[in-house]
């Protein structure tokens, strides 16, 4: 697809040896990764004062990365401060050691939500030099009936596209939503500087309710959930408010559907204590939801009809998606033919653990999980069984990888960070669930890999850090001509199977998976940003802070 783009020369990064760029807890275990071979390692502070040399630990050969990889571990050093690792000649990114290391990384991956608000302007005193003006404000017309307009205008624009669809943004919300059910403590001090800061809701939550008023709106007269509004083809790369393309309304889909009524149930339940009539105005849409999905029991999937050439989000079934919704609809009304329905969505197979927009079980589980009604003890134990399997199997993977990541060579696919910030979640999870501290290392080890110990040691988050993405495939970012990115955003990542022209000119053949990244606007495949990327982030963001 040709986007009028031109891409500028993705950066060359400047250090040899990969660190976390923000940095570390003092009391936490602490790795740089060294690919080449040396012996001896030193941590410098400030300026240059060498206050620690340490030998390196062999590692061998890592696969992913194509790396002989050499280990530096500093864990010894808790005094808080600025370091960088040196050794051969090479250095590190500068970062920190300090409790508050990833404070302005949470906020910043929160506040891109508020960058990509649709339906609004955003204003200088909120942007600063990335106001823009409003955007999609005009109404849309049903796809199949184009008498039929309707005002479906708020919300957030995916990804580096400026559509809205449904299931991705009921899985973001999702992950916002357990955050801040599961670290209420992180979550309820995260501020991102939005307008509606300080008018006593959390951030979090204000920035949600950005995204539920629009997706309520997304809801058929029927209770259906339409699958997306979007134009027609993605707009080329101007700026939201001069994408002035007729909006379409797309049918209803099963997955959608079953997916909002899950949501709005969960919202219900979280804004029930902040504002009674929101709740309700939510408990009302997942009610009709679920019903739609008791009238409609046949699968109603997604596939772009001919003329529409915007993301699809295609599903090849709905049973994580119908049983997250009724997981959900239990949870807040403890009505037992939810229960059953529960039992009912789980005769199928899917992953029980899984938190994407496709595979949305483990959402299911969190639901089921943190219910306040009378739970089956058996079934209990088998979800929280599946979290620490799960966790114990992405162990391993992490412990074979030089880099510490718990990805497999076919992981690394479209949208690779999220897989990783995912990763990091279950870990997590898994600890919540079983009262044990057992993989907080492992969960750190695989935000570390975001934020730079990776084998091209970028941070994958823009703004965050020495050395990060900056061109990221989103739209915004490149059209308002400003050098330096829209900070926040978690780019899509390394890609072993990209499927661009810009990603295919760049990455040679044979290159190893970890190292499949450019960082160039024209790459949707490697560096799109999406909002279910963002908000895996996020969450694991609350989760390592929650006890710091
Ligand atoms: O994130 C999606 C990725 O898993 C798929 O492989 C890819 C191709 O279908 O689509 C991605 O989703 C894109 C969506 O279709 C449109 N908005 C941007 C999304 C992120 O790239
Ligand atoms: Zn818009």
């Not at 960058?115 to 109404?139: I, M, N, V």
């Amino acid at each position: 697809m040709d986007y009028n783009i031109k891409d500028r020369d993705a950066a060359k990064c400047p250090f040899g040896i990969f660190a976390d760029q923000a940095g570390y807890f003092p009391e936490a275990r602490k790795r740089a990764v060294i690919p080449f071979k040396c012996s001896e390692f030193s941590v410098v502070k400030g300026e240059g004062n060498v206050v620690f040399t340490g030998k390196t630990e062999y590692f061998g050969f890592d696969e992913p990365s194509g790396d002989e990889v050499y280990i530096a571990d500093f864990s010894e050093i808790k005094d808080e401060g600025c370091y960088r690792i040196t050794a051969g000649g090479q250095r590190s990114a500068e970062f920190r050691i300090a409790r508050d290391v990833y404070k302005g990384l949470s906020e910043s991956l929160l506040k891109a939500f508020y960058y990509l608000r649709c339906g609004c302007g955003l204003t200088e005193e909120f942007a600063g030099k990335f106001a823009h003006a409003p955007c999609h404000t005009q109404k849309a017309v049903l796809w199949e009936n184009r008498d039929v307009s309707l005002d479906v205008s708020g919300g957030w624009h995916d990804a580096g596209d400026y559509g809205r669809y449904v299931t991705a943004a009921a899985c973001a919300l999702s992950h916002l939503l357990y955050g801040f059910k599961m670290y209420p403590k992180a979550a309820g001090t995260l501020s991102s500087g939005i307008p509606e800061s300080g008018n006593g809701l959390p951030d979090l939550l204000n920035e949600c309710r950005y995204e539920l008023e629009w997706l309520m709106k997304m809801q058929s007269p029927e209770g259906g959930a339409y699958h997306k509004v979007t134009t027609a083809k993605h707009a080329p790369f101007v700026m939201p408010e001069e994408d002035r393309e007729q909006l379409y309304i797309f049918p209803v889909s099963s997955m959608a559907t079953a997916d909002m009524a899950a949501v709005c149930a969960l919202a219900a339940g979280v804004y029930r204590e902040y504002d009674g009539e929101f709740a309700e105005r939510l408990k009302c849409a997942a009610l009709a939801a679920y019903k739609w999905l008791e009238e409609n029991p046949k699968f109603i999937g997604f596939d772009n009809p001919e003329g529409c050439g915007t993301g699809g989000y295609g599903e090849r079934d709905d049973y994580s998606n119908c049983y997250w919704a009724a997981a959900e609809m239990y949870a807040l009304t403890g009505e037992e033919k939810y229960h059953e329905d529960i039992h009912k969505a789980l005769q199928k197979q899917f992953p029980l653990t899984f938190l994407g927009y496709e595979q949305i079980g483990g959402q299911g589980s969190l639901a089921y999980l943190l219910c306040p009604h009378k739970t089956d003890p058996s079934l209990r134990a088998k979800l929280i069984e599946a979290f620490t399997d799960r966790a114990a199997y992405l162990k391993k993977i992490s412990d074979k990888c030089g880099y510490g990541v718990a990805m497999g060579l076919p992981d690394y696919h479209w949208g690779s960070s999220m897989e990783i910030l995912k990763r990091c979640m279950v870990f997590k999870i898994a600890d919540f669930f079983s009262g044990k501290d057992e993989y907080k290392e492992y969960a750190l080890g695989q935000i570390h890999c975001i934020m730079g110990v990776n084998a091209l040691g970028y941070s994958y988050v823009t703004g965050q850090g020495d050395f990060c993405c900056n061109d990221p495939h989103l739209r915004p970012a490149y059209a308002d001509g400003i050098e330096e990115c829209i900070p926040g955003f978690v780019a899509g990542g390394a890609n072993g199977n990209p499927c661009d022209g810009p990603a295919k000119a760049l990455i040679p053949e044979g290159t190893p998976p970890m190292k499949c990244y450019a960082d160039v606007a024209g790459s949707y495949s490697l560096n799109e940003v999406a909002i279910y990327w963002n908000s895996p982030g996020v969450m694991a963001m609350l989760a390592v802070t929650e006890n710091e």
